[in-house]
């Protein structure tokens, strides 16, 4: 694996565990960088007022990649916009604080109206708001489309931050939710590597429902059905240069000792990124089966 390609973490893989457990074991697994989890940070800052003040220190030398989520992001031109433009402006302080550069939003299914047309617009309207409270802090939005949103393609996210402002907002590209929605590599490959925040490498077993649930998302990076070589090769084919994070949920592993969870998912994440940078994704495949 080329050193250029930086590993990180998703914590919510662990969610049992707190923040600086957290960073004590994605540093001791040998990732270079760690996203923050919101949850996780409100619950650490009640328990203790002073935790901000030590985080910095806590990190040391591990990066943060993202602070992550803020969701759902549409509730601010519909109304509800104190509350999220708030703790948008108190994350991305924290962003600035620990030199994270972004903030993860997600988009899910709060709309009055059912056009895109008219869903782009409230989408738009939103992350303007949001954005002229976290980019002063020199914190991008990462929007990340999914699965579960009427808000889910490429095509959608590359509108939206044509709107909002490219210096403000960005893509997070999530290879579980490009290959469930049935996403092409070449689709990928043809991306800006300017326009992508950061790369959540992500793995699925079987859908188990009568939809796809962050449930299915419990397979170890390369065990599962998510053809990562490609998906890899297609974000590398980009000119990407920034952190590649593992991203883990599901039952399976959440009661396993996070230690120990950490560094199997750091060997299988870098296992695969060393497939990838080989050369060994030797083309792009359709998708139809799943």
């Known amino acids: 694996m080329s050193r250029a390609m930086k590993t990180s973490i998703h914590?919510?893989?662990?969610?049992?565990?707190?923040?600086?457990?957290?960073?004590?074991?994605?540093?001791?697994?040998?990732?270079?960088?760690?996203?923050?989890?919101?949850?996780?940070?409100?619950?650490?800052?009640?328990?203790d007022p002073q935790a901000a003040d030590r985080l910095p220190d806590s990190l040391g030398d591990l990066a943060v990649s993202m602070?992550?989520?803020?969701m759902p992001v549409e509730r601010i031109a519909r109304g509800h916009h104190h509350e999220l433009l708030d703790a948008?402006?108190?994350?991305?302080?924290?962003?600035?604080r620990v030199g994270c550069p972004a903030l993860q939003v997600v988009v899910l299914n709060e709309f009055d109206v059912t056009t895109w047309r008219e869903q782009r617009d409230i989408i738009v309207a939103s992350l303007r708001r949001l954005a002229d409270r976290t980019?002063?802090?020199g914190v991008r939005?990462?929007?990340?489309?999914?699965?579960?949103?009427?808000?889910?393609?490429?095509d959608q996210a590359l509108e939206v931050i044509d709107l909002v402002g490219r210096e403000r907002a960005g893509i997070v590209l999530d290879t579980w939710h490009l290959w469930v929605g049935e996403t092409s590599w070449p689709e990928v490959a043809a991306l800006d590597a300017r326009d992508i925040v950061t790369v959540q490498i992500a793995d699925s077993g079987p859908r188990k429902g009568d939809a796809w649930a962050d449930d299915d998302r419990d397979e170890l990076p390369g065990r599962g059905l998510v053809p990562l070589a490609e998906g890899i090769d297609a974000i590398l084919r980009t000119g990407y240069a920034g952190y590649w994070s593992a991203e883990l949920?599901?039952?399976?592993?959440?009661?396993?000792?996070?230690a120990e969870l950490f560094r199997d998912v750091q060997r299988h994440l870098v296992a695969?990124?060393?497939r990838a940078s080989r050369g060994i994704a030797d083309g792009y495949e359709t998708r139809t089966e799943r």
């Open 272 to 274: 695969c990124l060393d």
């Open 88 to 96: 948008g402006d108190r994350w991305a302080r924290l962003a600035q």
């Open 135 to 137: 980019f002063p802090h």
């Open 67 to 70: 602070v992550d989520v803020l």
């Open 141 to 154: 939005l990462g929007i990340e489309p999914v699965c579960f949103s009427q808000f889910s393609s490429l």
């Open 249 to 258: 949920f599901g039952r399976r592993h959440a009661e396993r000792e996070p």
């Open 11 to 47: 914590v919510g893989c662990a969610p049992a565990a707190d923040v600086e457990t957290d960073i004590r074991n994605a540093r001791a697994a040998g990732f270079d960088a760690t996203e923050l989890s919101i949850p996780k940070l409100e619950r650490y800052f009640e328990q």
